[in-house]
């Protein structure tokens, strides 16, 4: 692994980052001293998991270290992580560390990057926290099966000097398509999930718990760190009374704000960091409501005030993020490039409507049993030739057509991009994301500076749509 090919940043140029901004980077200052390593170890395995408290059935399934979601993999910013993972399932898998801008070689994505691990083997990912935030870890392997039957966990990078708060918790959201008998459905790869909105299941749970209550006090202030590792299910929190405040999505620092249309969006992948304010008094009772599909709201949680406040009112403490170490993108100056997303159940008929050429559409699909397309080509087997070259330490500005009937979380390896526009119309936060909501028929604008060497994959995070064919390489060289 070449630390100076890292955007990344060595941890004095990530020092150097909050007093000179991000001109060292470029330079690949070298480490002046070797990093703290924070070792850990993953087994994945099958094993059996509780859903629910009580006396109930247990659901095979498949966890890292017997947990699901797998146990929460903590260090700071500027430490290094050592992660041996060992497979002892009965197929080949891989594992990705979804949000963090590593090198290449750490990105887990099989025959891309490396080998799969192949089931008694091991293989260890070491890579520098180059950036403070949420993050998590999933196979890249079969991921629609392999992470449909539970393997996925947290991944945590605590800044310096993270913000004063009561208590950082983790939610990680997951959704199950559970049998009556209570273990997991077996149509993996059903072609109707494929072409429609994915494996969206039956059963959702947080942190590997059917959700039942969460108590909190008066006066009390929660940094809540969402997210979501279902296959294919968006999330859209109503906190009601709760203050909720969104200090960081997909890791990644944004000007606090209250959330847009009072709910908190999460397609498969993404995550929000929220700072939640308790301000009612002791006894008081409400719900978190899902909100994401319309007519089927339900409530998640039921949130309870203990009868101790912890004080009259939530704290005035300061809530902002240190910004983390990336580069702006000079969109004067960038490269531009357009990428069209076409396929999937009544996909005919919206590229009609935007006057999209069905021809481009079509291609690669003829061939293969792809039911998505990125740029007319539906994506097949593991050896995947680039689609698109960005040249390194540029900046490139994408425009993403949604021209298909679905929603899709969008995400891209290896780097976070600027999500500058939707449909013309600049965004408010210009946030920094890894993941990115495209709803049908919209354009955005999203930019980068493509600073991290290598082969990365792009795909869609809806796990059906990926393996019917949305993903590409996008080649950064
Ligand atoms: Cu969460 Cu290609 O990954
Ligand atoms: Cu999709």
Request: proline letters at 8%.
């Amino acid at each position: 692994m070449s630390i100076k090919s890292n955007p990344a940043v060595t941890r004095r140029s990530f020092i150097a980052t909050s007093v000179a901004s991000t001109a060292l980077m470029a330079l690949g200052t070298r480490l002046p001293a070797q990093p703290t390593i924070r070792n850990f170890t993953l087994r994945a395995a099958s094993g059996m998991v509780q859903m629910a408290s009580g006396p109930l059935r247990e659901t095979p399934a498949w966890a890292y270290n017997g947990l699901v979601p797998g146990p929460e993999l903590r260090a700071r910013q500027g430490e290094r992580l050592r992660i041996d993972v060992t497979n002892a399932l009965a197929e080949d898998t891989t594992v990705h560390w979804h949000g963090l801008r590593l090198p290449n070689a750490m990105d887990g994505v099989p025959f891309l990057t490396q080998k799969p691990i192949v089931p008694g083997e091991t293989f260890g990912y070491e890579f520098d926290a180059v950036d403070a935030g949420t993050f998590w870890y999933h196979p890249h392997q079969r991921s629609s099966e392999q992470m449909g039957r539970g393997l996925s966990g947290p991944l945590i990078i605590d800044e310096p000097n993270p913000p004063r708060v009561d208590r950082d918790i983790t939610w990680v959201l997951d959704d199950w398509r559970l049998l009556e008998d209570g273990t997991i459905a077996e149509d993996f790869g059903a072609p109707m999930d494929m072409s429609h909105a994915g494996r969206v299941g039956n059963a959702v749970t947080i942190n590997g718990k059917f959700p039942d209550r969460f108590t909190v006090q008066q006066g009390e202030r929660i940094r809540l760190r969402l997210i979501n590792v279902a296959n294919a299910r968006f999330f859209a929190l109503d906190f009601g009374s709760l203050s909720a405040q969104i200090i960081a999505l997909d890791g990644q620092p944004v000007t606090p704000h209250s959330p847009p249309g009072g709910v908190v969006v999460l397609g498969s992948a993404m995550r929000a960091d929220i700072m939640l304010d308790c301000p009612a008094a002791p006894g008081t009772q409400l719900q978190v409501v899902d909100r994401a599909y319309r007519n089927n709201a339900y409530r998640l949680i039921d949130i309870a005030y203990s009868d101790t406040p912890l004080r009259d009112s939530p704290p005035d403490w300061d809530i902002a993020l240190p910004a983390n170490p990336l580069a702006e993108p000079d969109i004067a100056a960038a490269r531009r490039h357009e990428i069209l997303f076409t396929g999937g159940m009544m996909g005919a008929m919206v590229e009609r409507d935007m006057g999209i050429d069905q021809a481009r559409g079509m291609m690669g699909g003829v061939t293969g049993g792809g039911m998505w397309f990125v740029n007319g080509v539906a994506a097949e087997g593991p050896m995947l030739e680039p689609f698109l070259t960005l040249e390194r330490a540029q900046s490139h500005v994408l425009e993403l057509t949604n021209a298909t009937a679905f929603t899709h979380p969008i995400h891209l390896h290896g780097h976070s991009f600027r999500v500058l526009s939707r449909d013309g119309v600049p965004t408010q936060y210009r946030e920094w994301l890894d993941t990115v909501l495209i709803a049908p028929r919209e354009r955005i604008e999203i930019a980068l500076v493509a600073d991290n060497p290598g082969d990365w994959m792009f795909h869609c995070h809806i796990l059906e749509h990926q393996a019917a064919g949305m993903m590409g390489v996008i080649r950064v060289a």
